[in-house]
């Protein structure tokens, strides 16, 4: 049973550009969570997500970043029009639908020149 | 302020030592979690430690929660060079709401010097 996976592990964009980070969640997870980690400190929650559903979105800026997790395929973080300050990891996490644990992915490293 | 906070920020201690790292965390909890992460990967759960239980064991782990005093240690024993990482903890809200989300905290940094 495969882990998380994320894709790309890196990412290099300019400012002003597109990112799309995806996430497949492990086999029989339908409950996928987005965290931002920026240097030095702790994860932060973004948003949850089930499929098709937004379940809490608290955590997600209000501009520029959307989330969606499709019947068909991975969950897709997107930022548009990236800043510097948007240069961070990223990392998903997954869980069944009962359970308290959730399984990270290895995450992606957003950098923004 | 962070829901949760670690202390120490930082510790070194030498292999075969005992580490003790503190969380301390704001409002009602359902329960708290553990998580280690080696420099640039992603996490590893380690334990998870529920609001009515007060001390927990998993291999060379101890974790205890003193709910009255919003408080979680990890300790590990027998350290090892290996265990060098950054631990996290990590508590999901009482509040019965509907989200799952994970509020971590800040992080201690332990180096085990071999």
């Known amino acids: 049973n495969a882990g998380v996976m994320q894709n790309p592990r890196h990412l290099v964009r300019r400012r002003g550009q597109e990112a799309r980070l995806r996430c497949s969640p492990m086999k029989g997870h339908s409950h996928v969570y987005w965290y931002r980690q920026l240097p030095e400190e702790g994860l932060k929650f973004m948003v949850y997500?089930?499929?098709?559903?937004?379940?809490?979105e608290s955590g997600m800026p209000k501009e520029r970043f959307s989330a969606e997790f499709p019947k068909e395929g991975p969950s897709i973080l997107r930022i548009q029009q990236v800043v510097r300050g948007d240069s961070a990891a990223y990392f998903c996490?997954?869980?069944?639908?009962?359970?308290?644990?959730?399984?990270f992915g290895p995450g992606t490293r957003l950098t923004v020149l | 302020s962070q829901q949760g906070e670690e202390d120490p920020q930082a510790l070194s201690i030498q292999e075969g030592e005992n580490a003790t790292m503190n969380c301390s965390y704001k409002t009602s909890i359902n329960n708290l979690q553990w998580y280690r992460q080696n420099s640039g990967r992603g996490l590893v759960h380690l334990i998870l430690i529920r609001s009515n239980e007060r001390e927990k064991h998993s291999g060379r782990l101890r974790v205890t929660l003193d709910t009255s005093k919003k408080s979680s240690s990890l300790l590990i024993t027998a350290s090892r060079a290996a265990d060098t990482a950054s631990y996290f903890c990590a508590t999901r809200g009482g509040d019965g709401g509907a989200t799952n989300k994970l509020i971590f905290g800040t992080g201690t940094l332990l180096a085990v010097q071999p």
């Open positions: 997500l089930q499929k098709e559903n937004i379940i809490d």
């Open positions: 996490a997954s869980s069944p639908p009962v359970s308290n644990e959730q399984f």
